[in-house]
């Protein structure tokens, strides 16, 4: 059982460049996550599913896009990296236990942009 | 709307004192539950613990305990003889509402713990 799976551990791209981090989670989980964490800020949601096939955005989706084709695995794209994308990215998965729902976090994705 | 302040960005402390990291949140929801991640060098999150707003019985597991304090709005997180592989960056994290497809959890920006041997 490998929890929560995160692809590549790090990466370098150069401002406009594209590039898919991958998140697999088999955990048969129902909800999953993509937070960007940045020094002082803790972590924010940038978009998020409940389900295979659903996506919603959350408190930081712009210039990300996602996919959720198969229930564990959620994708996050970045069409045109800038500076500012520089971040920590971490997934996460749940299951929909009720109100006491816990999410569990994959290892992170360091990605750098030129 | 919510929020998360852990006032504390940094904290040192030696080996096999105690501390405690502090966590304020704001909400207007009844209902809501409260966490603690940790984070340690190795860079994954790591949960710790879950409470909701009806329960404030504080809880111990092991050298860690929680203290939850509606009244003030609190949920600290106490380290008894502190280790240093207690260091790490700590997170309280909120997620508020009645239970409904992904729920968003909102994080405070982490205290650093640093325990020094």
């Known amino acids: 059982n490998a929890g929560v799976t995160q692809t590549p551990k790090f990466r370098v791209l150069k401002t406009g460049q ?29 978009h998020y599913s409940v ?9 930081v989706p712009d210039g990300y896009n996602v996919s959720r084709l198969k229930k564990q695995n959620f994708l996050l794209g970045l069409e045109s990296a800038a500076p500012s994308q520089t971040s920590v990215y ?13 999410q569990y976090f994959g290892p992170g994705t360091r990605l750098l942009v030129l | 709307a919510q929020k998360v302040t852990q006032a504390q960005t940094e904290i040192s402390v030696v080996e096999k004192e105690d501390v405690t990291l502090d966590c304020v949140y704001e909400t207007r929801d009844t209902t809501y ?11 994954e999150l790591v ?3 879950r409470r909701n707003s009806f329960d404030e019985q504080n809880e111990i597991s092991g050298r860690y305990s929680w203290n939850f304090q509606k009244s003030t709005s609190s949920f600290n997180f106490t380290i008894t003889a502190s280790q240093v592989v207690d260091s790490a960056v700590y997170f309280c994290a909120l ?16 205290t650093i713990l640093r325990v020094k041997s």
């Open chain 2, 47 to 49: 949960f710790l613990i």
């Open chain 2, 33 to 43: 539950y409260l966490f603690w991640y940790k984070q340690p060098p190795s860079g």
């Open chain 1, 51 to 59: 389900g295979e096939g659903t996506t919603a955005k959350g408190e």
């Open chain 1, 18 to 46: 594209s590039m898919t981090l991958l998140c697999a989670q088999d955990m048969n989980h129902e909800y999953m996550y993509w937070y960007r964490q940045d020094p002082g800020m803790g972590l924010r949601l940038i």
């Open chain 1, 90 to 102: 971490f997934c996460a998965s749940s299951y929909p236990s009720g109100p006491a729902e816990t």
């Open chain 2, 95 to 110: 997620k508020v509402g009645a239970w409904r497809g992904g729920n968003k959890l909102v994080f405070g920006a982490g």
